[in-house]
């Protein structure tokens, strides 16, 4: 998949590329803010979730957990250098910058529903109602902040150079 995505966008990725080099500054505030931001609206998320399901726990966390357990080289490897790129290009590059030029409003929605549809899609069936709303609330930061780090930054390495991070500290955090 990786590789099938780095050909399917590679001239897009090259002009994002050379966006980075043309304005490095603003690219690198567009990834702080959106971290920041994205950390910031995380936590205040988990608060949220913690008022209303004390005891809930992200099924999809779990399993990277799990698997972090079977293998933390390949697991690291796949969660924070080939899911960045993969993601990144098909919610903000495809989907975000398709909707964007037609309607804003519209591409943060369905950018932001894709992508917290993919992270919780697995967990229909095993996961009560409830579950899966608290789930997908969880998501929402990510897909706000990663979208607005696209536009702040004017190139997809913003959300993710942050998607990167974000999942380096899970990661991390999760061992």
């Not at 726990?57 to 390949?74: E, H, K, T, V, W």
């Not at 993601?87 to 309607?103: A, D, H, Q, S, V």
């Not at 409830?130 to 997809?156: D, R, S």
């Amino acid at each position: 998949n990786f590789l099938t995505v780095l050909w399917i966008f590679h001239s897009f990725l090259g002009e994002s590329f050379r966006q980075v080099t043309r304005h490095p500054i603003l690219v690198g505030q567009a990834v702080i803010l959106g971290a920041v931001a994205y950390f910031a609206c995380s936590w205040a998320v988990e608060k949220l979730i913690f008022l209303l399901a004390p005891g809930f726990a992200n099924a999809n966390d779990a399993s990277i957990g799990q698997m972090l357990r079977g293998n933390a080289f390949l697991m690291t490897l796949g969660t924070v250098v080939l899911v960045p790129p993969v993601e990144e290009c098909m919610f903000r590059g495809l989907i975000f910058r398709k909707l964007y030029g037609t309607n804003k409003w519209a591409a943060y929605i369905v950018s932001i529903a894709a992508f917290t549809l993919i992270h919780i899609v697995g967990f229909v069936g095993s996961y009560s109602p409830l579950e899966l709303c608290l789930a997908a609330l969880q998501y929402l930061p990510a897909g706000v902040c990663l979208a607005w780090a696209y536009t702040k930054g004017n190139t997809i390495f913003a959300p993710i150079f942050i998607h990167a991070f974000v999942n380096a500290v899970g990661i991390y955090r999760m061992r």
